[in-house]
């Protein structure tokens, strides 16, 4: 049976991918990277551990000694987490971190994955085993957008683009035209929510892909979490890309925005 480890943040996506792995057949190796990682991923898996995201050499050690030789990287992993002493990295993952020349999320994420590289582990596409949760072109709620909100989900579409290409963030809250907030370190729920704040109502979020989307890592992605945060601000419209995002608790998510009264387009 073939071996597949999974490198798992937080949010549902890593069950998901764990749950279609074991179905395809795959022999499941998951690692709960942070404290609240899910640990319903242990029900789709050969093996769970936690081991901490900073702990470089722990984590390749668990996966050369489970002779585990493809791993996907799933879940949210944000990087404040450098910065804010909520975790402790080894020698080795320090040294890593002390090599780069920025910060950018791409820059972590890829000398990560020549890190695991050395060690003969390849990463696997996040996006191979789920990519039915990538919802075609169209609104898939009841409530369409208007005239006027639809103008704001072109030119968030837009920012966001240019925000991806420059590797800061994916998200952008825009109303009548005008940027509210801007996705950086702190991420798509708290840039809702200050953005949501700002707009006082009615705001639209755009989340997109970046032009250099590499999709072992950082497929956008969002869930009845984003849109829960939406509605504590009164935001009105969600636009993601189509065929490019990935959207979990499907059901509960549209069932939540429809109650809302909130828009969710795959553009």
Do not use: W
């Not at 191979?128 to 075609?136: G, V």
């Amino acid at each position: 049976m073939e071996k597949l480890g999974i490198l798992a943040g937080t949010g549902k996506l890593p069950v998901e991918c764990a749950r279609a792995a074991k179905k395809l057949g795959y022999e499941v190796y998951a690692v709960g990277l942070l404290p609240d990682s899910d640990p319903q991923i242990a029900q789709f898996s050969k093996d769970y551990q936690f081991i901490s995201v900073a702990q470089l050499d722990a984590i390749l050690d668990y996966l050369k000694n489970n002779q585990v030789q493809q791993v996907t990287l799933i879940g949210k992993v944000t990087k404040e987490l450098l910065f804010n002493g909520a975790v402790v990295p080894d020698m080795h993952m320090l040294q890593l971190i002390m090599s780069l020349p920025d910060r950018r999320d791409d820059t972590i994420m890829m000398a990560f994955v020549r890190e695991l590289a050395k060690s003969g582990i390849q990463t696997f596409d996040q996006t191979a085993l789920i990519r039915k949760l990538m919802p075609h072109r169209g609104t898939i709620t009841q409530r369409e957008p208007t005239e006027q909100e639809r103008q704001d989900m072109e030119f968030g579409f837009r920012i966001a683009k240019e925000l991806g290409r420059l590797d800061v963030g994916q998200t952008v809250v825009v109303k009548n035209r005008a940027v509210m907030a801007l996705e950086a370190i702190e991420g798509t729920d708290a840039c809702i929510e200050r953005g949501g704040k700002l707009a006082c109502g009615g705001a639209v979020v755009a989340k997109v892909s970046k032009p250099q989307q590499d999709n072992r890592f950082d497929v956008p992605t969002v869930g009845y979490r984003t849109i829960e945060n939406m509605a504590k601000v009164g935001a009105k419209v969600l636009a993601i890309e189509a065929g490019k995002t990935l959207l979990v608790e499907r059901e509960k998510m549209i069932a939540f925005a429809d109650e809302q009264g909130i828009s969710i387009v795959a553009m």
